[in-house]
C-alpha cells in the first residue's frame, strides 16, 4: 500500500484519517462519561457538606442527632422525631412487605406456568412502573379510610388515619414489585438441576424450595430486599402524604410522625426565612445520601460472603 | 435366573411445546434387580426421558404428555395415590452434571436424611453420613472439610458426593443421568469404579453415550433409537451377537450417517457421536 | 404438621401473595382510571386549558400547565442523560476499562442507583442556592436527568455485556476501530438498551420528590427555560393535599393522564424491544 501513488490510496489514507480522529475525539468524550459517575457523587457529596457547616458549627453532631426537639423558629434542630419515624416505617414496611413478595416471587417462578405465568409477570411490571403518587392519591380515599375508620379503632387506637402504618402499608405495596421481579429473577437463573437433585432424593417441592433455592438464589433475593428497604428509606413523597407531618416521637404504630424525606418537604417553607433551617434540611439530605452509602458498602460485603457460603 | 425391580408397560412420552416431539414411542422393558442396566444410543433418542420418566421427574417441566404406566416390583408408578416425593425416595436420580446443593458438604449427604427423618439423633446421623460418604470413596478426602460448601469440591468429588447423596435415602432404584460425561478422564474412573462396587446392592439404571462404559459396567444393555425401544439383551450378547441389524450398525460405528441425519430434526448436539473406534 | 400438608400450606400461601399482588394492582389503577376518567369525561377540557389564576385554590380553568411542564422537563432530560448514560456504559466495557475500573465506578453507581430521589433534589437545590438562580424549566431537566443517569447506564451496561462477542470480534476482524466496534456491539444490544431508556423516561415522569424544589412548583404556563414550572406528579400531590373538593378532583384527572403515559410507554418499550430484536443476534436478550 505505501508505494502505490494514484489518488485512490491517498484518499483511503485521508479517511483513514478521519476514522483514527473519530476514534481520538470519541475516546476523550467516552472517557469524561466514564468518570462522570464519581464525579457526581463526589460533587453531591461536597456541595451537601458544604451546605451543611453552618448547623455543624453551631450544634454538635451528637446534639442534632440526639435531640427530640425540632422547632426551627426557636432554633432547636433534634433530628431524633424524624430519625425514630424513619425506622419505624422501613421496619413496618419491610415486616409486611417482604414475605409477600419472596413467596410471590417463588409463585411466578416455580408454581406458575404458561399464559397465567406472562399475565401475571406483565401485572407486576406495570405494578412497579405506577409512580408513587399515584399510590398516595389512592391510599387517600382507600386506606386512610380504611385504617381511620376500622383498623385503628378495632386495635383500640383513636387515630384519624394518616399516621405511621398508613404509609408503610402503603409503601409494602409500592416496593413489593421492584422486590418480586429481582427475586423472580435470581430464582429462574438457577438451573434445573437443583430441583432435579433435591426432588430426586425424595424432597417435596416446598423442600426444595425452603432449603435448597432459596439458598441458591440467596444473594439475588438479599440484593431484592435491599433495594426495596433503600426505596422505603428515601421515600418522600408517599409519607409526606400520608404520615400527617408532626413532628414528635411516635407513640404507637397509629399515630403521626415524620420521616427524614418529609422533614424536608414539609419544613421548606420556612427555608427562606431562617438561615439555619436550610441548613438543618439539606444536612438531612447528607444523612441519606451517607446511611445509602453505608448501607450498600456493608450490602456488597454481606453478599460476597452469601455468594460463598451458599455456592452450588 | 434374577427378579425384576422396575417394569415399563407401553410407556410414551410426547412434549407438547411449541413444536410436537415424540420422545418416547411405547417402550416396554424389565429392569432386573441388583444389576447395572446401561440405556444406549444415540443424541436425542429419548435415553434421558425414559430415565426422568421412571421417577416421574419429567414432571417438573411444562407441556409433558405421559401414556402407559411403570412398575415398581409390582406397585404402579403413575396410577396411586402416594405422594411422588414416596416415590422418588425409592427410585433416586443423580443428574449428568455434578450438582452440589447450596449445603456443606455434610449437609449434602444429610440432606435426604433429615427430611425423610430418617435418624432420632446427631450421632446416628455424623455414623450415616460417614458411612455413605465412605462407600463413594470420598471420606478419606473430605473428612476433615465437611463444614466446607459441596461447591468448593474438584467435580470428579462432586460427582461422587451426589451419588453418596442419592444413596443416603437407600433408593431401591438409582437413576444416572451420563454422569461420567462432564468429568475428566481421571474422576470418570473413580466414578465408575464406585458404580461398579454400588451394583450389588442395588439396581442402577444408567445412561450413557459411551460404549466403552457400557461394556465396562452394564450386566445388562437397553439401545433406544429415535425413541424406540430397538433391543435389549446382556451386555455378552449384545454386543458380540446384536441381533438388529440397527444395533449392529451402531456397535460397529456404521450410524454416522443417518445419526447426522436424524439428529438434524431434534438439534442434538454433535459432541457424542456414537463410537469413534 | 406432616411434610405433604406443609406443602399444600405453602402452595397455596404462594398463590395467595400472588392474587394479592394483583388485586391490589387491579384496584390502584381502577380506582386511577375510574375516577379520573370520570372527572375528564364530564369536563374533558381541563386537561388541555392552562390553568386560571385561583386554580390551586378554586379549580379554575385545567392543568395544561402540567403537562406541558411534565413534557418540556422529562424529554429533554432523558435525551441528555440517555446520551450521557450509553457513553458511559460504552467506557465501562472491556475494551475501553479495566475490570477493575469497570467495578468501582459500578459500586457508585449502585449508589446513585439506591440514592433516594429527594437527595437530587436538594443537591441541585443548593447549586441553586450557590450560583444565586430561581428555581426553573432548567433546573428540573437537570435535576431529573442526574435522576435517570443511573438507571439507564446500569440498563445500557447490562444489555451491552449481554451482547455476545462475536459482534465484537466481526467488527474488529473486518478491520474497524474500537468506537466503530462500540457502535456496532450499540445496535446488536439496541432492545435492552431502548428498554432502559423508557424506563428510565417513565421514573423520571413519574418521580415528584426530584422537582420538587427545583422546578418551582408554578401555577402558571410555563414560560421560559429559566421561568418556574411544575410537572404532572409535583401538581397531583398539591391537588391532594386541596381543601377545595374541585381541586381534588382535578388530582384523578391529573392521575389519569400520567397513568395512561406510564402505561403507554410499558406497551411501546416492549413493541419497540421486539422491533429491534431482530438486530440483536440469538434473539431476544433483555
Known amino acids: 500500500m505505501e508505494g502505490s501513488t494514484d489518488t485512490a490510496a491517498s484518499e483511503g489514507r485521508s479517511r483513514l484519517g478521519r476514522r483514527l480522529l473519530t476514534e481520538r475525539l470519541s475516546s476523550y468524550w467516552l472517557q469524561g462519561a466514564g468518570y462522570f459517575a464519581i464525579a457526581l457523587f463526589a460533587f453531591i457529596v461536597l456541595a451537601l457538606l458544604y451546605q451543611s457547616l453552618p448547623l455543624l458549627s453551631e450544634y454538635s453532631l451528637v446534639q442534632v442527632l440526639a435531640s427530640s426537639n425540632w422547632n426551627p423558629a426557636e432554633n432547636e434542630f433534634g433530628f431524633l422525631p424524624a430519625i425514630v419515624g424513619t425506622i419505624y416505617v422501613t421496619a413496618l414496611t419491610m415486616v409486611m412487605g417482604t414475605p409477600i413478595a419472596i413467596l410471590a416471587a417463588i409463585y411466578i417462578a416455580e408454581y406458575a406456568e404458561g399464559r397465567t405465568k406472562t399475565l401475571v409477570s406483565s401485572f407486576i411490571d406495570v405494578l412497579a412502573a405506577i409512580p408513587s403518587v399515584i399510590f398516595g392519591l389512592v391510599a387517600l380515599i382507600v386506606v386512610v379510610p380504611f385504617v381511620g375508620d376500622y383498623l385503628a379503632p378495632a386495635l383500640g387506637s383513636g387515630a384519624t388515619g394518616t399516621g405511621i402504618f398508613t404509609v408503610s402499608l402503603v409503601m409494602a405495596i409500592v416496593v413489593t414489585p421492584f422486590m418480586i421481579s429481582l427475586a423472580v429473577e435470581s430464582l429462574e437463573a438457577l438451573p434445573d438441576e437443583l430441583r432435579e437433585s433435591s426432588l430426586g432424593v425424595g424432597a417435596t417441592k416446598w423442600e426444595t424450595i425452603r432449603i435448597v433455592l432459596l439458598r441458591a438464589a440467596g444473594p439475588g433475593i438479599f440484593s431484592a430486599v435491599l433495594l426495596g428497604f433503600g426505596r422505603v428509606f428515601g421515600a418522600t413523597i408517599v409519607p409526606a402524604m400520608l404520615i400527617g407531618g408532626q413532628t414528635q416521637l411516635p407513640s404507637s404504630p397509629f399515630s403521626t410522625g415524620q420521616t427524614l424525606p418529609t422533614l424536608i418537604v414539609n419544613d421548606f417553607g420556612e427555608l427562606m426565612s431562617i438561615p439555619l433551617t436550610q441548613s438543618a434540611l439539606i444536612f438531612v439530605g447528607l444523612m441519606l445520601v451517607v446511611i445509602v452509602w453505608l448501607f450498600n458498602f456493608s450490602a456488597m460485603l454481606l453478599r460476597r460472603w452469601l455468594q460463598q457460603r451458599w455456592q452450588y | 435366573m434374577t427378579d425384576t425391580a422396575l417394569t415399563t408397560e407401553n410407556l410414551a412420552v410426547t412434549y407438547t411445546g411449541n413444536r410436537e416431539v415424540e420422545a418416547l414411542k411405547g417402550v416396554s422393558l424389565e429392569f432386573p434387580a441388583n444389576q447395572l442396566t446401561a440405556i444406549i444410543g444415540p443424541s436425542g433418542c429419548g435415553k434421558s426421558t425414559l430415565l426422568k420418566s421412571l421417577n416421574r421427574l419429567h414432571e417438573i417441566q411444562p407441556n409433558v404428555e405421559i401414556t402407559g404406566d411403570v412398575l415398581l416390583r409390582d406397585r404402579s408408578v403413575y396410577n396411586t395415590d402416594e405422594p411422588v416425593p414416596e416415590l422418588r425416595k425409592r427410585i433416586g436420580y443423580v443428574p449428568q452434571k455434578p450438582t452440589p446443593l447450596p449445603l456443606s458438604i455434610y449437609e449434602n449427604v444429610a440432606y435426604g436424611l433429615k427430611i425423610h427423618g430418617r435418624c432420632d439423633s446427631k450421632d446416628e446421623l455424623d455414623e450415616r453420613v460417614e458411612t455413605y460418604l465412605r462407600k463413594v470413596n470420598l471420606w478419606d478426602e473430605v473428612k476433615d472439610r465437611l463444614d466446607a460448601p459441596g461447591a468448593e469440591l474438584s467435580t470428579g468429588q462432586i460427582q461422587r458426593l451426589c451419588l453418596a447423596r442419592s444413596l443416603a435415602v437407600e433408593p431401591e432404584v438409582l437413576l444416572c443421568d451420563e454422569v461420567t460425561s462432564a468429568l475428566d478422564p481421571i474422576s470418570a474412573e473413580t466414578v465408575e469404579e464406585t458404580l461398579a462396587d454400588l451394583k450389588e446392592e442395588y439396581t442402577i439404571i444408567m445412561v450413557t453415550h459411551s460404549m466403552d462404559q457400557a461394556k465396562r459396567l452394564a450386566d445388562e444393555v437397553v439401545f433406544l433409537y429415535l425413541g424406540d425401544l430397538i433391543e435389549t439383551n446382556d451386555t455378552r450378547s449384545f454386543f458380540e451377537n446384536p441381533q438388529h441389524e440397527r444395533t449392529q450398525q451402531f456397535v460397529t460405528g456404521h450410524t454416522a450417517v443417518e445419526y447426522t441425519e436424524s439428529s438434524e430434526e431434534s438439534g442434538a448436539d454433535s459432541e457424542t457421536v456414537p463410537a469413534e473406534r | ?286
Not at chain 3, 400547565?65 to 424529554?75: D, E, K, N, Y
Not at chain 3, 430521589?117 to 435535576?143: E, N, R
Not at chain 3, 401538581?235 to 403507554?264: K, P, T, W
Open chain 3, 1 to 286: 404438621m406432616d411434610r405433604y400438608a406443609k406443602q399444600r400450606l405453602f402452595g397455596l400461601l404462594a398463590r395467595g401473595s400472588a392474587a394479592l399482588v394483583v388485586a391490589v394492582m387491579v384496584l390502584v389503577v381502577s380506582v386511577t382510571i375510574f375516577r379520573g376518567g370520570r372527572v375528564l369525561l364530564t369536563d374533558p377540557a381541563i386537561a388541555v386549558t392552562p390553568p386560571g389564576s385561583r386554580y390551586m385554590l378554586e379549580g379554575d380553568g385545567g392543568f395544561l400547565h402540567a403537562v406541558l411542564g411534565s413534557l418540556f422537563i422529562v424529554v429533554p432530560a432523558t435525551i441528555a442523560s440517555a446520551t450521557l448514560a450509553v457513553s458511559t456504559a460504552i467506557y465501562l466495557q472491556s475494551d475501553y476499562s479495566s475490570e477493575r475500573f469497570s467495578d468501582v465506578v459500578n459500586m457508585f453507581l449502585n449508589v446513585l442507583w439506591g440514592t433516594p430521589p429527594i437527595v437530587y433534589g436538594v443537591f441541585i437545590l443548593t447549586v441553586i442556592i450557590a450560583v444565586g438562580a430561581q428555581t426553573s424549566l432548567f433546573f428540573g431537566i437537570i435535576a431529573i436527568g442526574i435522576f435517570q443517569y443511573p438507571i439507564m447506564t446500569r440498563y445500557t451496561d447490562e444489555a451491552l455485556r449481554s451482547a455476545p462477542d462475536t459482534v465484537r470480534e466481526a467488527t474488529y476482524g473486518l478491520g474497524g476501530t474500537r468506537f466503530e466496534t462500540a457502535l456496532m456491539t450499540l445496535r446488536a444490544a439496541m432492545p435492552g438498551i431502548i428498554a432502559g431508556i423508557i424506563m428510565g423516561f417513565a421514573r423520571g415522569i413519574g418521580d415528584a420528590a426530584t422537582v420538587l424544589f427545583t422546578a418551582g412548583r408554578s401555577t402558571r404556563m410555563p414560560a421560559g427555560l429559566f421561568e418556574p414550572s411544575t410537572t404532572l406528579p409535583v401538581l397531583i400531590f398539591d391537588q391532594a393535599m386541596s381543601f377545595n373538593a374541585e381541586v381534588r378532583s382535578h388530582a384523578y384527572a391529573a392521575s389519569f393522564v400520567l397513568i395512561v403515559a406510564v402505561l403507554g410507554l410499558i406497551i411501546v418499550s416492549k413493541l419497540l424491544a421486539g422491533r429491534y430484536a431482530r438486530f440483536a443476534p440469538g434473539g431476544r436478550n433483555s
